[in-house]
Protein backbone atom coordinates (compact mmCIF):
# COMPACT_ATOMS: atom_id res chain seq x y z
CA UNK A 1 0.00 0.00 0.00
CA UNK A 2 2.83 2.67 0.40
CA UNK A 3 3.74 3.36 -3.02
CA UNK A 4 0.08 2.95 -4.03
CA UNK A 5 -0.82 5.51 -1.69
CA UNK A 6 2.32 7.75 -2.53
CA UNK A 7 0.95 7.51 -6.45
CA UNK A 8 -2.41 7.82 -6.23
CA UNK A 9 -3.34 8.78 -2.80
CA UNK A 10 -6.61 9.76 -4.11
CA UNK A 11 -8.25 6.67 -4.87
CA UNK A 12 -8.32 5.39 -1.19
CA UNK A 13 -10.91 6.78 1.35
CA UNK A 14 -8.78 5.16 3.77
CA UNK A 15 -5.65 2.88 3.98
CA UNK A 16 -5.03 0.13 6.71
CA UNK A 17 -0.84 -0.68 6.37
CA UNK A 18 -0.18 -3.28 8.84
CA UNK A 19 3.53 -3.81 9.30
CA UNK A 20 4.36 -2.34 6.51
CA UNK A 21 8.19 -2.74 4.49
CA UNK A 22 8.19 1.12 3.40
CA UNK A 23 12.13 1.79 4.22
CA UNK A 24 13.45 -0.57 1.85
CA UNK A 25 16.89 0.74 1.05
CA UNK A 26 17.85 1.80 5.02
CA UNK A 27 16.79 -1.95 5.86
CA UNK A 28 18.35 -3.36 3.19
CA UNK A 29 21.68 -1.56 4.03
CA UNK A 30 21.71 -3.31 7.77
CA UNK A 31 22.87 -7.25 7.05
CA UNK A 32 22.16 -7.96 10.74
CA UNK A 33 18.57 -7.44 10.46
CA UNK A 34 17.38 -11.14 9.98
CA UNK A 35 16.30 -12.06 6.41
CA UNK A 36 18.15 -8.72 4.38
CA UNK A 37 20.55 -10.57 2.55
CA UNK A 38 18.56 -13.62 2.11
CA UNK A 39 15.70 -11.45 -0.15
CA UNK A 40 19.12 -9.31 -1.99
CA UNK A 41 17.71 -11.05 -5.02
CA UNK A 42 13.58 -10.30 -4.22
CA UNK A 43 14.57 -6.72 -3.69
CA UNK A 44 17.73 -5.74 -4.53
CA UNK A 45 21.31 -5.22 -2.89
CA UNK A 46 21.94 -1.50 -1.99
CA UNK A 47 25.54 -1.41 -2.00
CA UNK A 48 25.40 -1.84 -5.58
CA UNK A 49 24.81 1.47 -6.94
CA UNK A 50 22.52 0.71 -9.42
CA UNK A 51 20.05 -1.20 -7.34
CA UNK A 52 20.73 1.61 -4.61
CA UNK A 53 19.08 4.24 -7.05
CA UNK A 54 16.18 1.54 -8.33
CA UNK A 55 15.65 1.04 -4.88
CA UNK A 56 15.10 4.78 -3.66
CA UNK A 57 12.69 5.00 -6.49
CA UNK A 58 10.02 2.76 -5.65
CA UNK A 59 10.87 3.03 -1.57
CA UNK A 60 7.60 4.12 0.20
CA UNK A 61 9.92 6.38 2.73
CA UNK A 62 11.93 7.49 0.05
CA UNK A 63 8.57 8.71 -2.14
CA UNK A 64 6.80 10.38 0.23
CA UNK A 65 6.08 14.15 -0.68
CA UNK A 66 4.41 17.26 0.23
CA UNK A 67 0.45 16.18 -1.07
CA UNK A 68 -2.87 15.51 0.36
CA UNK A 69 -3.16 11.53 1.73
CA UNK A 70 -6.28 9.86 2.95
CA UNK A 71 -7.10 8.65 6.32
CA UNK A 72 -4.71 6.12 7.52
CA UNK A 73 -3.78 3.40 10.24
CA UNK A 74 -0.01 2.33 10.75
CA UNK A 75 0.71 -0.69 12.80
CA UNK A 76 3.79 -2.16 13.86
CA UNK A 77 4.96 -4.86 16.57
CA UNK A 78 7.70 -4.12 19.18
CA UNK A 79 9.21 -7.31 18.92
CA UNK A 80 9.11 -7.62 15.19
CA UNK A 81 12.10 -9.20 13.47
CA UNK A 82 11.34 -8.59 10.13
CA UNK A 83 9.54 -4.84 9.96
CA UNK A 84 11.85 -3.26 12.52
CA UNK A 85 9.03 -1.23 14.53
CA UNK A 86 11.32 2.30 13.59
CA UNK A 87 10.16 1.55 9.93
CA UNK A 88 6.73 2.35 9.99
CA UNK A 89 7.54 5.12 12.65
CA UNK A 90 9.72 6.61 10.51
CA UNK A 91 7.49 6.12 7.80
CA UNK A 92 4.37 7.95 9.72
CA UNK A 93 6.42 10.98 11.27
CA UNK A 94 7.86 11.85 7.83
CA UNK A 95 4.08 11.81 6.55
CA UNK A 96 3.01 14.20 9.39
CA UNK A 97 5.72 16.01 8.49
CA UNK A 98 4.86 16.41 4.84
CA UNK A 99 0.93 15.46 4.29
CA UNK A 100 -0.90 18.65 3.42
CA UNK A 101 -4.53 17.40 4.40
CA UNK A 102 -6.54 17.22 7.85
CA UNK A 103 -7.19 13.19 7.75
CA UNK A 104 -6.34 11.18 10.47
CA UNK A 105 -2.55 9.47 10.14
CA UNK A 106 -2.48 7.13 13.25
CA UNK A 107 0.64 5.05 14.47
CA UNK A 108 -0.49 1.51 16.48
CA UNK A 109 2.54 0.11 17.74
CA UNK A 110 1.40 -3.08 20.10
CA UNK A 111 3.96 -3.25 22.77
CA UNK A 112 3.95 -7.37 22.99
CA UNK A 113 3.44 -8.70 19.39
CA UNK A 114 5.76 -9.36 16.40
CA UNK A 115 5.59 -9.70 12.35
CA UNK A 116 2.34 -11.65 12.54
CA UNK A 117 0.38 -9.63 15.80
CA UNK A 118 -0.25 -11.34 18.66
CA UNK A 119 -0.39 -15.03 19.06
CA UNK A 120 -2.34 -17.74 21.27
CA UNK A 121 -5.69 -18.49 21.11
CA UNK A 122 -7.53 -15.75 22.17
CA UNK A 123 -4.47 -13.28 22.00
CA UNK A 124 -4.57 -13.02 18.11
CA UNK A 125 -7.83 -11.18 18.17
CA UNK A 126 -7.29 -8.32 20.38
CA UNK A 127 -6.82 -4.88 18.26
CA UNK A 128 -8.16 -6.64 15.48
CA UNK A 129 -11.60 -3.92 15.32
CA UNK A 130 -9.20 -0.72 14.87
CA UNK A 131 -9.04 -0.79 11.16
CA UNK A 132 -12.62 -1.25 11.15
CA UNK A 133 -13.28 1.58 14.14
CA UNK A 134 -11.34 3.97 12.58
CA UNK A 135 -12.63 3.98 9.51
CA UNK A 136 -16.57 3.00 9.68
CA UNK A 137 -19.13 5.88 8.75
CA UNK A 138 -22.54 5.61 10.16
CA UNK A 139 -25.07 5.60 7.59
CA UNK A 140 -22.53 4.54 4.92
CA UNK A 141 -23.83 1.42 3.64
CA UNK A 142 -25.40 0.72 0.43
CA UNK A 143 -28.39 -0.95 -0.48
CA UNK A 144 -27.02 -4.66 -0.20
CA UNK A 145 -27.00 -3.94 4.06
CA UNK A 146 -22.89 -3.83 3.53
CA UNK A 147 -20.90 -2.14 6.49
CA UNK A 148 -19.87 1.64 6.06
CA UNK A 149 -16.66 0.32 7.00
CA UNK A 150 -14.26 1.58 4.11
CA UNK A 151 -10.91 0.11 4.98
CA UNK A 152 -8.34 0.29 2.18
CA UNK A 153 -10.54 0.32 -0.31
CA UNK A 154 -11.14 2.96 -3.19
CA UNK A 155 -12.93 6.21 -3.22
CA UNK A 156 -15.29 5.04 -5.63
CA UNK A 157 -16.42 2.10 -3.31
CA UNK A 158 -16.96 4.13 -0.11
Known amino acids: MGVAVNERPELFHGVIAQVPF ?12 PLTTGEFEEWGNPQDE ?20 PHMLV ?16 WVAKLREL ?9 CTDMDSG ?10 YEGGGAGVR ?5 GAGD ?15 A
Open 22 to 33: VDVVTTMLDETI
Open 99 to 107: KTDDNLLLL
Open 50 to 69: TYYHYMKSYSPYDGVRAQAY
Open 75 to 90: TTGLHDSQVQYWEPAK
Open 115 to 124: HGGKSGRFKS
Open 143 to 157: TAGKSGSVGAIPRGN
Open 134 to 138: LFHRP
